[in-house]
């Protein structure tokens, strides 16, 4: 996030051209999937657009996902509430 801000920012004439508004403020506002295969990673997407935006991934159905959809989650050390939120609710919120 922090190389596109800086492109946004110092280059506006390649980076600014569709949008006026600092790419960091969208953030949050869309939806992503925990399927990162990494326990620093999903660290990062956590801290970066917090826990209501990211669902389980599964890759489904192509071969690339866990073994066991949602193990990285199951096993962070996340509140229950959270992993909850990450493997269900978010979900059913995003698909009303």
Not at 5 to 18: F, M, N, Q, S, T
Not at 79 to 92: E, F, S
Request: charged content about 25%; overall charge negative.
């Amino acid at each position: 996030m922090g190389r596109v801000e800086h492109g946004w920012k110092v280059r506006p004439d390649l980076c600014a051209i569709d949008s006026q508004t600092n790419p960091k403020k969208f953030l949050g506002h869309f939806w992503v999937d925990s399927l990162v295969h990494d326990m620093h990673a999903l660290d990062l997407l956590m801290n970066t657009i917090g826990s209501k935006k990211i669902c389980c991934g599964s890759d489904y159905p192509f071969p690339l996902g866990e073994e066991i959809p949602g193990e990285l989650v199951e096993n962070a050390s996340y509140a229950d509430a959270i992993k909850v939120d990450i493997l269900w609710n978010n979900a059913m919120e995003w698909l009303k």
